[in-house]
């Protein structure tokens, strides 16, 4: 078992993917340095910025090793696959250029691998609460707290409450092959799963990760990424699909879908509003009374403000 192979304490690996974050990424350096217990090693993988980020990491003074890796454009799950692989330690943190740990971060994370591994649990992921901070100053907490078997639940969504909170085992990752480079969105998830599947996942429940979220975030540009969406859902249903019921797949169908509907529909974007509900209905009947029938009320708005705007 992979946690018999390597008895804690262990090395740590923090792999951070960069692109055009030079406004924060000393801040999220700085970070790292005010951790109780420090990693090992931090790479910082430059994904094609066109800013002065790379020459900040350059300049920046650590305590601990800082490696600084560039490549051109591949988006994230490729700049990160190039940390994992490049990295020795036991484990990789992850951890995002625009967020900020927690002190106690790490070494609250590695005491609860050491006090499950020793009564015999096979880990591969540890994470931890997560406070998401907007521009425009509102907060949202993800507290979801996990403590085994997680598989069966990725399938109704994301269980994990950030990236940048997650501590996984090196060796459980490299055997899964990383992150899928095709996906630019919700590649997390697919990995996630594809752990949860193996090895036991738990949660350190205190706030221990600041998410920065702005106009940048990939999730406030849903229009360029909702094709990725898209290809995550055929993906997970290649593999996951014959796992679920017909009931099942049709949720997770809609589920993932209606998450851009409503994206869209926040941006005032009824175009996409209506495309995005006729994939769904398209799918399914179900479409019309999903969520409660929220997604159908947020088309039918839609297309009042498309046939006025005409009119």
Not at 99 to 122: C, F, I, N, V
Not at 189 to 198: D, G, K, N
């Amino acid at each position: 078992m992979l946690n018999e192979a390597h008895p804690s304490p262990d090395s740590v690996c923090v792999v951070i993917p960069m692109y055009n974050a030079a406004s924060t990424i000393e801040k999220t350096l700085a970070s790292l340095v005010l951790q109780t217990r420090q990693p090992e090693q931090v790479i910082v993988v430059d994904d094609g910025s066109s800013d002065d980020g790379a020459q900040r990491v350059r300049n920046f003074v650590a305590p601990f090793r800082l490696t600084l890796m560039q490549q051109a454009n591949q988006g994230p799950a490729r700049a990160r696959n190039t940390g994992i692989f490049a990295a020795e330690e036991t484990f990789i943190a992850f951890l995002d250029a625009d967020d900020q740990w927690h002190p106690q971060k790490l070494e609250m994370q590695l005491a609860l691998y050491d006090r499950l591994t020793a009564q015999g649990h096979s880990v591969g992921l540890i994470d931890c609460y997560q406070l998401s901070v907007f521009s425009d100053g509102t907060q949202q907490l993800e507290e979801r707290r996990k403590c085994g078997n997680h598989f069966a639940d990725f399938m109704r969504e994301n269980v994990i409450n950030g990236t940048s909170g997650v501590l996984v085992v090196r060796e459980a990752v490299c055997a899964l092959g990383g992150f899928d480079p095709s996906l630019r969105f919700a590649e997390d998830r697919l990995l996630w799963t594809r752990i949860a599947e193996h090895w036991e996942i738990h949660t350190v429940p205190k706030i221990l990760h600041r998410r920065g979220v702005d106009s940048g975030n990939i999730t406030a540009q849903p229009q360029k990424y909702y094709p990725y969406k898209v290809r995550f859902i055929e993906l997970y249903l290649d593999r996951y699909g014959p796992r679920l019921t017909r009931q099942q797949r049709i949720h997770f169908v809609l589920a993932n879908h209606a998450e851009f509907l409503n994206a869209f529909s926040r941006r005032g974007e009824h175009a996409q509003v209506i495309k995005v509900f006729r994939q769904m209905l398209g799918h399914s009947w179900q479409a019309l009374i999903f969520f409660h029938g929220k997604p159908t009320l947020r088309y039918l708005y839609a297309r009042f403000k498309t046939l006025h705007k005409v009119s």
